[in-house]
């Protein structure tokens, strides 16, 4: 019986750690669009593996210190567009901007 209680705690622990991940990572998005210049700034995104790519109307909105901070592993700016080094979360963070646009 004590094992049970014991599983049951463990899996609620679990689920609000899994739900508290996923809160933070739609907030940590909605900062990169605003570190982007806002997404009246961002003309087209593109995601490759770990790279970000993104097209900005005006790259000089862009925060690429704050997005560095907020956890970037690199930045590239090539004329008005930003590659970015994030990792996994690459393809999330395109199909989040896809739909808030």
Do not use: P, W
């Not at 049970?4 to 909605?30: H, S």
């Not at 997005?67 to 590239?76: E, H, M, N, P």
Request: hydrophobic content about 45%.
């Amino acid at each position: 019986m004590e094992y049970i209680i014991i599983g049951i705690i463990l899996l609620i622990i679990l689920l609000a750690i899994l739900k508290a991940n996923k809160k933070g990572a739609q907030l940590d998005f909605n900062k990169l669009v605003e570190l982007l210049g806002g997404k009246e700034n961002i003309i087209q995104t593109e995601s490759n593996l770990s790279r970000f790519k993104v097209t900005l109307k005006d790259v000089s909105k862009a925060n690429k210190e704050g997005i560095q901070k907020l956890g970037a592993k690199g930045i590239v700016e090539i004329d008005n567009q930003l590659k970015i080094i994030l990792g996994k979360d690459s393809g999330q963070l395109k199909k989040y901007i896809d739909e808030i646009k």
